[in-house]
């Protein structure tokens, strides 16, 4: 699940989009239900549980499940019955083409693709009146509503290698981190979600029995979600980032990969096969940390540097013009990234 300052900022993009389509402050507080002083302070947090609230009662409310973002309503129901042709079998790839059709045959509003070459696949995402969502809430939700269904499909986390977004970035960087297992690149001409073509041949293993547990999770802890099989990558990645933290110092590939129980050439083997290695997994934790600290505005530039586990002042600032075309002042003043995606994993 996002990050609960992503949660925060969701919520209220909702209860803003309700209130702009003619809906009064009391009408929408009796709907979710929530407190009118919850709902006037924006400084006043939401949490996971009221979120949850808002959408489903303001989507009730507007008789809408786009919750007002396109030109048309979405009908009740549409994802319900989406999700339940995509427990149906067969691979994974052929159950997101089904799923996309189905969202078509639907609205004109948003539209869906799948396009796969070499070792990427992409899931394009094409929405006709995007000055109607200017934060890009559906945008990021849809990105990671596809990556959890068809991860929880399959019965195993599809380590999201990059997500394109056309708007630019709202929250913070750590945030789109947690949310999203890739890097996460705003303001880009098309928006799309790149995943290692590979998943899209593994088979479907749920059946119309799990939906519920899908529908309304119990658990919204990421290894539940996969039945426990979660990305090496994602292991490595939340080891580094403890390590990092906590000493200021990355581990050798070989004592990384005794932590997971692995020879280092297993772990080549396995983070290759999820279109990753271990250098860039380094680097993009090098460079999430680093964006954090720079974010948060604390530290000087130079202790930034020293924690994310450079030698000196400068490796960090070359490490950041490679990785986001940013230097760390740029970071710092709230610069966009644009980050890129290494050549080994680019869509062909």
């Known amino acids: 699940m996002p990050a609960p300052g992503l949660i925060n900022r969701y919520a209220r993009t909702l209860i803003r989009s309700a209130a702009r389509r003619g809906y009064g402050e009391r009408t929408?507080?009796?709907?979710?239900?929530?407190?009118?002083?919850?709902?006037?302070?924006?400084?006043?947090?939401?949490?996971?549980?009221?979120?949850?609230?808002?959408?489903?009662?303001?989507?009730?409310?507007?008789?809408?499940?786009?919750?007002?973002?396109?030109?048309?309503?979405?009908?009740?129901?549409?994802?319900?019955?989406?999700?339940?042709?995509?427990?149906?079998?067969?691979?994974?790839?052929?159950?997101?083409?089904?799923?996309?059709?189905?969202?078509?045959?639907?609205?004109?509003?948003?539209?869906?693709?799948?396009?796969?070459?070499?070792?990427l696949a992409a899931i394009e995402m094409h929405i006709a009146q995007p000055r109607l969502d200017p934060q890009g809430f559906l945008n990021e939700w849809w990105f990671m509503l596809w990556t959890h269904l068809a991860g929880w499909l399959i019965g195993e986390e599809i380590p999201v290698v990059a997500a394109d977004f056309a708007h630019a970035r709202v929250g913070s960087p750590e945030e789109y981190s947690e949310m999203l297992s890739g890097l996460c690149r705003f303001s880009q001409a098309q928006p799309r979600l790149l995943l290692p073509a590979r998943y899209l041949d593994r088979p479907v293993v749920r059946s119309r029995a799990d939906l519920n547990g899908f529908m309304a999770p119990k658990d919204l802890d990421?290894?539940?979600?996969?039945?426990?099989?979660?990305?090496?990558?994602?292991?490595?990645?939340?080891?580094l980032k403890a390590q990092l933290e906590a000493l200021q110092t990355l581990p050798s590939i070989e004592d990384a990969a005794g932590a997971l129980h692995l020879s280092s050439q297993t772990l080549r083997r396995r983070l290759q096969a999820e279109c990753s290695s271990y250098r860039l997994v380094k680097e993009e934790v090098r460079c999430e940390l680093a964006m954090k600290w720079l974010h948060a505005g604390e530290l000087p530039i130079g202790e930034v540097s020293l924690r994310a586990g450079f030698a000196e002042p400068n490796g960090l600032t070359r490490a950041l013009k490679a990785w986001t075309g940013l230097s760390p002042l740029d970071v710092r003043r709230g610069a966009e990234a644009a980050q890129r995606v290494p050549e080994l994993v680019r869509l062909r």
């Open 222 to 239: 990421r290894a539940a979600l996969y039945g426990g099989h979660v990305s090496f990558k994602s292991q490595l990645k939340a080891r």
């Open 28 to 119: 929408i507080c009796e709907a979710i239900p929530i407190a009118p002083a919850l709902l006037r302070d924006e400084r006043e947090p939401i949490d996971v549980q009221t979120f949850f609230r808002v959408s489903r009662n303001l989507k009730l409310l507007m008789a809408d499940e786009f919750c007002g973002f396109t030109r048309s309503p979405c009908p009740l129901g549409t994802f319900e019955m989406m999700c339940e042709g995509t427990v149906t079998g067969g691979a994974l790839g052929a159950t997101l083409q089904r799923a996309f059709a189905f969202y078509a045959s639907q609205t004109p509003d948003i539209r869906f693709e799948l396009q796969a070459g070499g070792e």
